[in-house]
């Protein structure tokens, strides 16, 4: 069966053909379906599917069009990462003694989308707990990167990405705390954007068997995937707006305007490397094929600033921070031995492993003093976008690895230019933007020789997250975007 052309359109050009009436919500979800039955025992990116729910919304999405209707999704097949919930569906993280859990209502971003008009196909594969770049788990099986099955399609959203590269659908939603929506995006050559922190309310992306409650969970952020960029804004204002069951809590509902409308007003810092973690040679030098273009664009690029806070310090202090935060959920065997191992360090050993084991075992008090550093960052971020707009650095210091699903992640190591490091150091890119909240915009920029996607990070202001969603777009239209895999673009 031939693809049909709309397979890898964007949701903006498959709203234009829907209501110009060139195609119906029926057909755009009949092909998406069978796309995931074609194709998906090779991927296994949808762990959850809810076709016969799916087509339903579909007839009603094709009555509402004909009834003169108009919503921002309306008629457009998606996906969703499987750690929301979705009512009378499994939620489980990828946890077995979870795998009976079934969800009694949507979390409130799937409201959100689906009263935009959206269709939900089905559920899309995680690893367990969200705590890895890799999506395996002992219910569903391992997701594989359509560019290469014996490669990671990343993670945790890592199911999102590789159904989005595949063709299923032109949306999804996933959540970020270490890299979770932009390095899956990096790894499959698609679209991603961490939002500012706490901009969109998260209630619902919840692991089982908590209530689905108004949270406050440090660090942690939901957000857009999607083939385009300009998709990703369309997506992000209707995940927007206030929790009403969240104690009034003001989240923002207008977002500043992007900083500049054209390529050629753009001020941006590029960073294609740093030794606390090198990128391979493939990752540096697409970042600076980029920036060369970008300069021949009219961009003013600069390629190092003594405004740029120190990525040592603070990348030990994300280690902190975030396993601190993730240590909440650790059993209490599992933290007691941190603890203890933690109370063994010298106070000289200040490797990111290091920093990962206090965190741990991080008192309170210390936290706060963590806190304290954190917004001394921020300050300095501040400071630097008066002189930049955007900062445009790797998510990740290699294109997609191969599967490996050895248990201690501390164990791992990964080849950069042939150079093994620590696996779990990969966290300090992603962390750039995570530990002082600031959004972040991940985009594609071709191809390692090997045919592996690579991309960059385009991180923004805080609150200001449509000057890089707004560079991202000039830079697709400028340069183009996502590319289909061979294998699977029939």
């Known amino acids: 069966m031939a693809k049909s052309e709309w397979s890898f359109?964007?949701?903006?050009e498959l709203s234009a053909a829907l209501a110009a009436k060139k195609v119906s919500a029926v057909e755009l979800t009949q092909d998406a379906i069978d796309r995931i039955e074609r194709h998906d025992?090779?991927?296994?990116?949808?762990?959850?599917?809810?076709?016969?729910?799916?087509?339903?919304?579909?007839?009603?999405?094709?009555?509402?069009?004909?009834?003169?209707?108009?919503?921002?999704?309306?008629?457009?097949?998606?996906?969703?990462?499987?750690?929301?919930?979705?009512?009378?569906?499994p939620t489980t993280w990828g946890n077995p003694a979870h795998k009976d859990f079934i969800a009694r209502e949507d979390a409130l971003p799937v409201t959100r989308v689906k009263d935009a008009g959206t269709i939900v196909l089905g559920k899309t594969n995680v690893p367990l707990a969200l705590a890895d770049w890799q999506s395996y788990?002992?219910?569903?099986?391992?997701?594989?990167?359509?560019?290469?099955?014996?490669?990671?399609?990343?993670?945790?959203?890592?199911?999102?990405?590789a159904a989005l590269a595949a063709g299923y659908g032109p949306l999804s939603i996933g959540s970020d705390i270490g890299g979770s929506l932009r390095v899956p995006a990096f790894h499959c050559g698609v679209y991603a954007h961490k939002p500012t922190f706490d901009l969109l309310p998260s209630r619902g992306h919840t692991p089982p068997p908590a209530p689905a409650l108004a949270y406050e969970r440090d660090l942690a952020v939901i957000g857009p995937m999607a083939r385009s960029a300009g998709d990703l804004s369309l997506l992000l204002d209707v995940m927007a707006g206030p929790d009403p069951l969240d104690n009034g809590k003001a989240y923002r509902l207008e977002l500043p305007a992007a900083r500049h409308g054209s390529l050629k007003e753009f001020r941006v810092l590029v960073i294609d490397s740093d030794p606390v973690l090198p990128?391979?040679?493939?990752?540096?030098?697409?970042?600076?094929?980029?920036?060369d273009n970008l300069a021949k664009a009219g961009v003013r690029i600069d390629r190092s600033s003594p405004l740029l806070p120190d990525f040592a310090a603070s990348?030990?202090?994300?280690?902190?921070?975030?396993?601190?935060?993730?240590?909440a959920s650790f059993s209490p065997e599992f933290y007691a031995g941190a603890a203890a191992a933690a109370a063994t360090l010298p106070a000289s050993n200040n490797s990111l492993q290091a920093e990962r084991l206090r965190g741990i075992a991080l008192s309170h008090r210390d936290w706060l003093l963590a806190r304290g550093g954190r917004t001394r960052l921020r300050a300095q971020w501040h400071e630097l976008f008066k002189s930049f707009d955007a900062v445009i650095c790797p998510v990740m210091p290699t294109p997609a690895y191969p599967h490996d699903h050895s248990p201690d992640q501390e164990q791992r190591r990964i080849l950069i230019d042939g150079t093994a490091h620590v696996y779990t150091d990969q966290?300090?890119?992603?962390?750039?933007?995570?530990?002082?909240?600031?959004?972040?915009?991940?985009?594609?920029t071709g191809f390692?020789?090997?045919?592996?996607?690579?991309?960059?990070?385009?991180?923004?202001?805080?609150?200001e997250d449509r000057t890089p969603l707004k560079l991202a777009e000039l830079i697709e239209r400028e340069f183009g975007g996502f590319v289909p895999p061979k294998m699977f673009g029939d």
């Open 279 to 291: 990128t391979d040679t493939a990752v540096r030098g697409s970042i600076n094929t980029l920036a």
């Open 448 to 463: 390692a020789p090997d045919g592996l996607p690579v991309g960059v990070q385009i991180v923004g202001p805080w609150l």
């Open 41 to 89: 025992g090779k991927i296994n990116a949808i762990c959850v599917r809810d076709f016969d729910r799916a087509l339903d919304a579909a007839r009603e999405a094709d009555a509402a069009l004909a009834r003169g209707e108009r919503k921002p999704l309306l008629g457009l097949p998606m996906t969703v990462k499987e750690s929301y919930n979705i009512a009378g569906l």
């Open 137 to 161: 788990n002992d219910i569903y099986g391992t997701t594989n990167n359509p560019y290469d099955l014996g490669r990671t399609p990343g993670g945790s959203s890592g199911g999102s990405s």
């Open 315 to 327: 990348s030990r202090l994300y280690m902190r921070m975030l396993l601190s935060f993730l240590a």
């Open 9 to 12: 359109k964007s949701a903006v």
């Open 427 to 444: 966290l300090v890119w992603p962390g750039i933007a995570t530990l002082p909240g600031l959004p972040a915009t991940a985009i594609p």
